[in-house]
Protein backbone atom coordinates (compact mmCIF):
# COMPACT_ATOMS: atom_id res chain seq x y z
CA UNK A 1 0.00 0.00 0.00
CA UNK A 2 2.81 2.13 0.48
CA UNK A 3 4.55 1.62 -2.58
CA UNK A 4 1.20 2.12 -4.35
CA UNK A 5 0.99 5.44 -2.51
CA UNK A 6 4.31 6.47 -3.39
CA UNK A 7 3.74 6.17 -6.80
CA UNK A 8 0.76 8.31 -7.14
CA UNK A 9 1.03 11.62 -8.94
CA UNK A 10 0.88 14.68 -6.19
CA UNK A 11 -2.32 16.38 -5.55
CA UNK A 12 -0.28 19.66 -7.27
CA UNK A 13 0.66 18.31 -10.01
CA UNK A 14 -2.80 16.83 -10.71
CA UNK A 15 -4.25 20.35 -10.34
CA UNK A 16 -1.89 21.88 -13.09
CA UNK A 17 -2.96 19.14 -15.24
CA UNK A 18 -6.19 19.71 -14.37
CA UNK A 19 -6.02 23.84 -14.90
CA UNK A 20 -3.74 22.49 -18.31
CA UNK A 21 -6.62 20.68 -19.76
CA UNK A 22 -9.60 23.35 -18.69
CA UNK A 23 -7.07 26.37 -20.29
CA UNK A 24 -7.13 24.19 -23.84
CA UNK A 25 -10.70 23.21 -23.98
CA UNK A 26 -12.32 26.38 -22.87
CA UNK A 27 -11.39 28.20 -26.01
CA UNK A 28 -12.40 27.35 -29.71
CA UNK A 29 -9.99 30.61 -30.53
CA UNK A 30 -6.84 29.44 -32.06
CA UNK A 31 -5.06 32.22 -30.71
CA UNK A 32 -5.86 31.83 -27.22
CA UNK A 33 -5.14 28.17 -27.25
CA UNK A 34 -1.70 29.04 -28.32
CA UNK A 35 -1.00 32.07 -26.23
CA UNK A 36 -1.99 28.99 -23.49
CA UNK A 37 0.28 26.68 -25.06
CA UNK A 38 3.24 29.22 -24.72
CA UNK A 39 2.46 30.18 -21.10
CA UNK A 40 2.58 26.30 -19.92
CA UNK A 41 6.18 25.90 -21.55
CA UNK A 42 7.45 29.54 -19.99
CA UNK A 43 5.78 28.39 -16.68
CA UNK A 44 7.76 24.73 -17.12
CA UNK A 45 11.01 25.17 -18.54
CA UNK A 46 13.87 27.58 -18.11
CA UNK A 47 14.93 27.97 -21.80
CA UNK A 48 16.54 30.57 -24.56
CA UNK A 49 13.61 30.32 -26.74
CA UNK A 50 10.10 28.49 -26.76
CA UNK A 51 8.46 28.29 -30.10
CA UNK A 52 5.11 26.57 -32.09
CA UNK A 53 5.60 25.94 -35.55
CA UNK A 54 2.02 24.88 -37.15
CA UNK A 55 2.23 23.05 -40.62
CA UNK A 56 0.95 24.70 -43.91
CA UNK A 57 0.43 21.47 -45.45
CA UNK A 58 0.52 22.98 -49.21
CA UNK A 59 3.45 24.37 -49.25
CA UNK A 60 4.88 21.51 -46.54
CA UNK A 61 6.45 23.84 -44.87
CA UNK A 62 6.54 24.70 -40.67
CA UNK A 63 5.95 28.68 -39.80
CA UNK A 64 6.22 29.97 -36.20
CA UNK A 65 2.45 30.36 -35.27
CA UNK A 66 3.70 31.99 -31.74
CA UNK A 67 7.25 32.60 -29.96
CA UNK A 68 8.54 32.99 -26.54
CA UNK A 69 11.96 34.79 -25.69
CA UNK A 70 11.07 38.21 -27.53
CA UNK A 71 11.84 36.50 -30.92
CA UNK A 72 7.94 36.48 -32.35
CA UNK A 73 7.82 39.08 -34.60
CA UNK A 74 11.43 38.21 -35.31
CA UNK A 75 10.30 34.77 -36.53
CA UNK A 76 6.69 35.46 -38.31
CA UNK A 77 7.57 35.67 -41.65
CA UNK A 78 10.12 32.75 -41.42
CA UNK A 79 8.94 29.31 -42.69
CA UNK A 80 10.95 25.47 -42.14
CA UNK A 81 10.64 22.92 -45.03
CA UNK A 82 9.03 19.47 -43.77
CA UNK A 83 12.62 17.14 -43.28
CA UNK A 84 15.00 20.19 -42.16
CA UNK A 85 16.64 20.99 -39.67
CA UNK A 86 15.17 19.67 -35.71
CA UNK A 87 11.40 20.93 -36.17
CA UNK A 88 11.36 19.24 -39.76
CA UNK A 89 12.44 16.38 -38.83
CA UNK A 90 10.02 16.28 -36.53
CA UNK A 91 7.33 17.10 -38.26
CA UNK A 92 8.45 14.35 -40.92
CA UNK A 93 8.29 11.47 -38.69
CA UNK A 94 6.24 12.53 -35.53
CA UNK A 95 8.26 11.57 -33.46
CA UNK A 96 9.73 13.36 -30.07
CA UNK A 97 13.21 14.39 -30.27
CA UNK A 98 15.57 15.14 -27.09
CA UNK A 99 18.88 16.75 -27.74
CA UNK A 100 20.92 17.05 -24.82
CA UNK A 101 23.84 18.97 -24.60
CA UNK A 102 26.47 16.31 -24.39
CA UNK A 103 25.26 14.74 -27.69
CA UNK A 104 26.84 15.69 -30.96
CA UNK A 105 23.60 15.90 -33.23
CA UNK A 106 23.85 16.53 -37.00
CA UNK A 107 20.63 18.30 -37.03
CA UNK A 108 21.57 20.78 -34.46
CA UNK A 109 23.78 22.06 -36.96
CA UNK A 110 21.43 22.64 -39.91
CA UNK A 111 20.99 25.98 -41.01
CA UNK A 112 17.39 26.85 -39.87
CA UNK A 113 16.13 30.36 -38.73
CA UNK A 114 15.38 29.49 -34.66
CA UNK A 115 19.14 29.03 -34.83
CA UNK A 116 20.25 31.69 -36.72
CA UNK A 117 18.54 33.96 -34.71
CA UNK A 118 20.96 36.76 -32.56
CA UNK A 119 19.57 35.52 -29.08
CA UNK A 120 20.39 31.60 -30.16
CA UNK A 121 24.48 32.00 -30.10
CA UNK A 122 24.80 27.91 -30.59
CA UNK A 123 22.13 25.65 -30.30
CA UNK A 124 23.36 23.44 -27.43
CA UNK A 125 20.37 21.34 -26.58
CA UNK A 126 16.73 20.87 -27.69
CA UNK A 127 13.37 19.59 -27.22
CA UNK A 128 10.83 19.03 -29.86
CA UNK A 129 7.35 17.46 -29.99
CA UNK A 130 5.27 16.66 -32.58
CA UNK A 131 1.27 18.23 -32.56
CA UNK A 132 -0.31 14.90 -33.92
CA UNK A 133 -3.96 14.97 -34.54
CA UNK A 134 -6.70 12.69 -35.92
CA UNK A 135 -5.04 13.43 -39.57
CA UNK A 136 -1.67 13.62 -38.49
CA UNK A 137 1.22 16.02 -37.22
CA UNK A 138 -0.32 19.28 -37.25
CA UNK A 139 2.54 21.01 -35.97
CA UNK A 140 5.85 21.27 -33.50
CA UNK A 141 7.06 22.16 -29.99
CA UNK A 142 10.48 23.45 -30.28
CA UNK A 143 12.29 23.81 -27.21
CA UNK A 144 15.64 25.33 -27.66
CA UNK A 145 18.59 25.15 -25.39
CA UNK A 146 16.78 24.44 -22.33
CA UNK A 147 18.69 25.29 -19.21
CA UNK A 148 20.67 21.79 -17.26
CA UNK A 149 18.54 19.95 -15.33
CA UNK A 150 15.31 20.30 -17.45
CA UNK A 151 15.32 16.79 -19.94
CA UNK A 152 14.08 14.88 -17.13
CA UNK A 153 11.32 12.50 -17.06
CA UNK A 154 8.87 14.54 -15.05
CA UNK A 155 9.37 17.34 -17.57
CA UNK A 156 9.13 15.16 -20.74
CA UNK A 157 6.07 13.53 -19.44
CA UNK A 158 4.47 16.59 -19.04
CA UNK A 159 5.00 18.38 -22.34
CA UNK A 160 3.83 15.45 -23.59
CA UNK A 161 0.36 15.70 -22.15
CA UNK A 162 1.15 19.44 -23.33
CA UNK A 163 1.18 18.36 -26.62
CA UNK A 164 -1.78 15.95 -26.33
CA UNK A 165 -4.09 18.48 -25.39
CA UNK A 166 -2.60 21.09 -27.40
CA UNK A 167 -3.43 18.83 -30.60
CA UNK A 168 -7.02 18.14 -29.50
CA UNK A 169 -7.55 22.06 -29.23
CA UNK A 170 -5.76 23.09 -32.24
CA UNK A 171 -7.65 20.34 -34.22
CA UNK A 172 -11.35 21.43 -32.80
CA UNK A 173 -10.48 25.34 -33.42
CA UNK A 174 -9.67 24.57 -36.85
CA UNK A 175 -12.97 22.20 -37.25
CA UNK A 176 -14.55 25.18 -36.15
CA UNK A 177 -13.04 27.77 -38.22
CA UNK A 178 -14.29 25.81 -41.35
CA UNK A 179 -17.36 25.01 -40.36
CA UNK A 180 -17.75 28.72 -39.88
CA UNK A 181 -16.21 29.39 -43.16
CA UNK A 182 -18.95 26.73 -44.78
CA UNK A 183 -21.64 29.12 -43.60
CA UNK A 184 -19.97 32.48 -45.23
CA UNK A 185 -18.88 31.22 -48.34
CA UNK A 186 -20.99 30.14 -51.49
CA UNK A 187 -20.94 26.90 -52.71
CA UNK A 188 -20.46 27.51 -56.47
CA UNK A 189 -17.48 29.78 -56.52
CA UNK A 190 -15.89 29.45 -53.32
CA UNK A 191 -16.68 33.74 -52.66
CA UNK A 192 -18.33 34.85 -49.46
CA UNK A 193 -21.85 34.87 -49.67
CA UNK A 194 -24.68 37.36 -49.50
CA UNK A 195 -25.35 36.61 -46.25
CA UNK A 196 -21.58 37.47 -45.16
CA UNK A 197 -22.00 40.11 -47.48
CA UNK A 198 -24.46 42.21 -45.19
CA UNK A 199 -22.87 41.57 -41.97
CA UNK A 200 -19.15 42.97 -43.51
CA UNK A 201 -20.57 46.10 -45.04
CA UNK A 202 -22.35 46.47 -41.84
CA UNK A 203 -19.87 46.94 -39.82
CA UNK A 204 -18.02 48.99 -42.29
CA UNK A 205 -20.83 51.45 -42.92
CA UNK A 206 -20.31 51.39 -38.43
CA UNK A 207 -17.11 52.50 -39.02
CA UNK A 208 -17.44 54.78 -41.87
CA UNK A 209 -18.43 57.82 -39.08
CA UNK A 210 -15.97 57.51 -36.41
CA UNK A 211 -13.06 56.94 -39.13
CA UNK A 212 -14.44 59.85 -41.53
CA UNK A 213 -13.72 57.21 -44.02
CA UNK A 214 -15.54 56.16 -46.85
CA UNK A 215 -16.33 52.57 -47.89
CA UNK A 216 -17.02 51.57 -51.76
CA UNK A 217 -19.27 49.04 -53.45
CA UNK A 218 -19.13 47.67 -57.18
CA UNK A 219 -21.95 45.35 -58.04
CA UNK A 220 -21.24 43.38 -61.31
CA UNK A 221 -24.27 41.51 -63.46
CA UNK A 222 -22.76 38.73 -65.74
CA UNK A 223 -24.76 39.83 -69.44
CA UNK A 224 -27.10 37.39 -70.98
CA UNK A 225 -25.76 34.94 -68.81
CA UNK A 226 -29.00 32.33 -68.83
CA UNK A 227 -28.13 31.52 -72.60
CA UNK A 228 -25.02 29.96 -71.14
CA UNK A 229 -27.28 27.61 -69.39
CA UNK A 230 -29.46 27.33 -72.41
CA UNK A 231 -27.20 26.58 -74.95
CA UNK A 232 -24.35 24.81 -73.10
CA UNK A 233 -26.16 23.48 -69.90
CA UNK A 234 -26.19 24.51 -66.79
CA UNK A 235 -22.84 22.43 -65.45
CA UNK A 236 -20.80 24.05 -67.88
CA UNK A 237 -23.03 27.64 -66.41
CA UNK A 238 -21.74 26.41 -63.08
CA UNK A 239 -18.20 26.15 -64.09
CA UNK A 240 -18.05 29.55 -65.48
CA UNK A 241 -19.37 31.50 -62.66
CA UNK A 242 -16.77 29.19 -60.04
CA UNK A 243 -14.08 30.63 -62.87
CA UNK A 244 -15.51 34.21 -63.23
CA UNK A 245 -15.37 34.47 -59.10
CA UNK A 246 -11.89 33.60 -59.18
CA UNK A 247 -11.12 35.91 -61.52
CA UNK A 248 -12.93 38.33 -59.72
CA UNK A 249 -11.02 37.76 -57.01
CA UNK A 250 -7.57 37.38 -58.62
CA UNK A 251 -8.08 40.95 -59.96
CA UNK A 252 -9.38 42.56 -56.33
CA UNK A 253 -6.98 44.38 -54.17
CA UNK A 254 -6.12 42.11 -51.20
CA UNK A 255 -7.75 44.56 -49.10
CA UNK A 256 -10.93 44.09 -51.34
CA UNK A 257 -13.62 41.33 -50.44
CA UNK A 258 -15.38 39.49 -53.35
CA UNK A 259 -19.36 38.42 -52.89
CA UNK A 260 -21.59 36.32 -54.65
CA UNK A 261 -24.68 38.02 -54.92
CA UNK A 262 -26.51 35.28 -56.07
CA UNK A 263 -27.29 34.17 -60.07
CA UNK A 264 -25.08 36.02 -61.95
CA UNK A 265 -24.05 38.66 -60.18
CA UNK A 266 -21.22 39.87 -58.05
CA UNK A 267 -20.08 42.58 -55.48
CA UNK A 268 -16.69 43.84 -54.95
CA UNK A 269 -16.29 45.38 -51.33
CA UNK A 270 -13.88 48.15 -51.51
CA UNK A 271 -12.89 49.32 -47.94
CA UNK A 272 -11.37 53.25 -47.43
CA UNK A 273 -11.83 53.76 -50.84
CA UNK A 274 -13.41 56.96 -52.27
CA UNK A 275 -15.40 57.57 -55.50
CA UNK A 276 -12.99 58.00 -57.83
CA UNK A 277 -10.82 55.53 -56.78
CA UNK A 278 -13.06 53.26 -56.68
CA UNK A 279 -14.30 53.69 -60.24
CA UNK A 280 -10.57 53.53 -61.31
CA UNK A 281 -10.16 49.97 -59.45
CA UNK A 282 -13.80 48.31 -61.36
CA UNK A 283 -12.58 49.85 -64.48
CA UNK A 284 -9.53 48.09 -64.50
CA UNK A 285 -11.56 45.10 -63.00
CA UNK A 286 -14.19 45.12 -65.50
CA UNK A 287 -11.72 45.80 -68.42
CA UNK A 288 -9.30 42.37 -67.30
CA UNK A 289 -12.71 40.33 -66.79
CA UNK A 290 -13.58 41.08 -70.42
CA UNK A 291 -10.30 40.09 -71.97
CA UNK A 292 -10.15 36.93 -70.02
CA UNK A 293 -10.58 33.85 -71.90
CA UNK A 294 -12.12 31.13 -69.71
CA UNK A 295 -11.57 27.01 -70.92
CA UNK A 296 -13.76 24.68 -69.60
CA UNK A 297 -13.37 21.12 -68.78
CA UNK A 298 -15.41 19.95 -72.03
CA UNK A 299 -12.80 21.53 -74.03
CA UNK A 300 -15.34 24.60 -74.82
CA UNK A 301 -13.69 28.72 -74.54
CA UNK A 302 -15.85 31.37 -73.26
CA UNK A 303 -15.57 34.98 -72.45
CA UNK A 304 -17.77 37.16 -69.95
CA UNK A 305 -18.75 40.52 -70.28
CA UNK A 306 -20.38 42.31 -67.18
CA UNK A 307 -23.03 45.68 -66.38
CA UNK A 308 -21.23 47.44 -63.75
CA UNK A 309 -22.63 49.80 -60.80
CA UNK A 310 -20.72 51.84 -58.24
CA UNK A 311 -22.07 53.22 -54.94
CA UNK A 312 -19.76 55.32 -52.26
CA UNK A 313 -20.58 55.63 -48.45
CA UNK A 314 -21.56 57.89 -47.02
CA UNK A 315 -22.00 60.23 -50.46
CA UNK A 316 -24.42 57.47 -52.02
CA UNK A 317 -26.21 56.29 -48.97
CA UNK A 318 -25.67 55.07 -45.38
CA UNK A 319 -27.68 52.13 -45.17
CA UNK A 320 -26.77 48.16 -45.87
CA UNK A 321 -29.25 48.15 -48.68
CA UNK A 322 -29.04 51.25 -50.26
CA UNK A 323 -25.60 50.94 -50.77
CA UNK A 324 -26.62 47.61 -52.37
CA UNK A 325 -29.52 48.80 -54.49
CA UNK A 326 -27.82 52.24 -55.68
CA UNK A 327 -25.54 50.21 -58.07
CA UNK A 328 -27.92 47.86 -59.14
CA UNK A 329 -30.38 50.09 -60.12
CA UNK A 330 -27.42 52.03 -62.14
CA UNK A 331 -26.45 48.92 -63.88
CA UNK A 332 -27.09 49.05 -67.54
CA UNK A 333 -27.08 47.02 -70.42
CA UNK A 334 -26.10 47.37 -73.72
CA UNK A 335 -28.02 44.83 -75.86
CA UNK A 336 -24.93 43.86 -78.88
CA UNK A 337 -25.72 40.92 -80.84
CA UNK A 338 -25.11 37.32 -79.29
CA UNK A 339 -22.41 34.86 -80.82
CA UNK A 340 -22.36 32.01 -78.88
CA UNK A 341 -20.61 29.11 -81.14
CA UNK A 342 -19.41 26.13 -79.03
CA UNK A 343 -15.64 25.73 -80.38
CA UNK A 344 -13.25 22.62 -79.28
CA UNK A 345 -9.65 23.83 -78.77
CA UNK A 346 -8.42 22.76 -81.87
CA UNK A 347 -10.33 26.16 -83.40
CA UNK A 348 -9.20 29.46 -83.17
CA UNK A 349 -12.81 30.74 -82.29
CA UNK A 350 -14.01 31.11 -79.30
CA UNK A 351 -17.24 31.21 -77.41
CA UNK A 352 -18.89 34.96 -76.34
CA UNK A 353 -20.54 36.44 -74.56
CA UNK A 354 -21.46 39.98 -75.93
CA UNK A 355 -19.34 42.31 -74.47
CA UNK A 356 -20.66 45.09 -73.44
CA UNK A 357 -20.90 47.13 -69.99
CA UNK A 358 -21.57 50.58 -68.71
CA UNK A 359 -19.86 51.92 -65.62
CA UNK A 360 -21.25 54.75 -64.21
Known amino acids: MAQETESRIPLADLLVFHRLTR ?9 AILRTILDYMERLINAELWTLLMLDEERQELYYAIAGGGEESALRDLRVKVGEGVAGWVAQHGETLIVPESVNDPRLNTPSPANQRPTIR ?6 ALPLRGRKGTLGVIEILNP ?12 LHILADH ?4 IENANDMTRIQQLTITDDTTGLFNVRHLYDVLGRELERCPRKRLPVSLAFLD ?24 ERLRDLSRPQDKCFRYGGDEFVILMPETAADAALTQATALHSALEATEFHMKNGLKLRVS ?14 IHTVIDRPRSRSRRINLPLALEEQRPTSSKMSEIPSSASLD
Do not use: C, E, M
Not at 23 to 31: E, G, H, K
Not at 147 to 158: E, K, M, P, R, V
Not at 222 to 244: E, P, Y
Open 222 to 245: LDRFKLVNDVHGHLIGSQLLALTG
Open 306 to 319: ASVGISTAPKDGAT
Open 166 to 169: AAIA
Open 23 to 31: SLTSSLDLD
Open 147 to 158: HSGQLNDYTIAF
Open 122 to 127: KLRSVI
